[in-house]
């Protein structure tokens, strides 16, 4: 337990570390028991809501490309030029 709690960064009492060490015990007994129950004809599942991704096509909205906003400060015609994020 106290190497675990360790790893975890986790300070704990003499008092916490028999608590602790007790419920991780158990813990490991019931996942042991698991390992007992015979899955060899249950295929593998992911997920069980049975949502789906909704994807859509990439689609131009906008027709009129290259076309900017008056109020664009500064601009080489078709992009806008904005500070670099990373320049020292």
Do not use: C, W
């Not at 709690?5 to 060490?21: F, I, M, N, P």
């Not at 007992?36 to 004809?41: A, I, S």
């Not at 949502?51 to 906003?69: F, Y």
């Amino acid at each position: 337990m106290e190497k675990v709690a360790r790893l975890a960064r986790l300070a704990l009492s003499d008092e916490e570390t028999v608590k602790y060490q007790d419920q991780l015990s158990s813990i490991l007994h019931y996942i042991g028991q698991l390992d007992e129950v015979d899955t060899k004809n249950v295929p593998p599942t992911a997920q069980v809501t049975g949502a789906a991704n909704v994807l859509a096509d990439d689609e131009i909205k906008n027709e009129r490309q290259g076309e900017l906003p008056v109020d664009v400060p500064v601009h080489d015609g078709t992009n806008i030029r904005v500070r670099g994020v990373f320049d020292g």
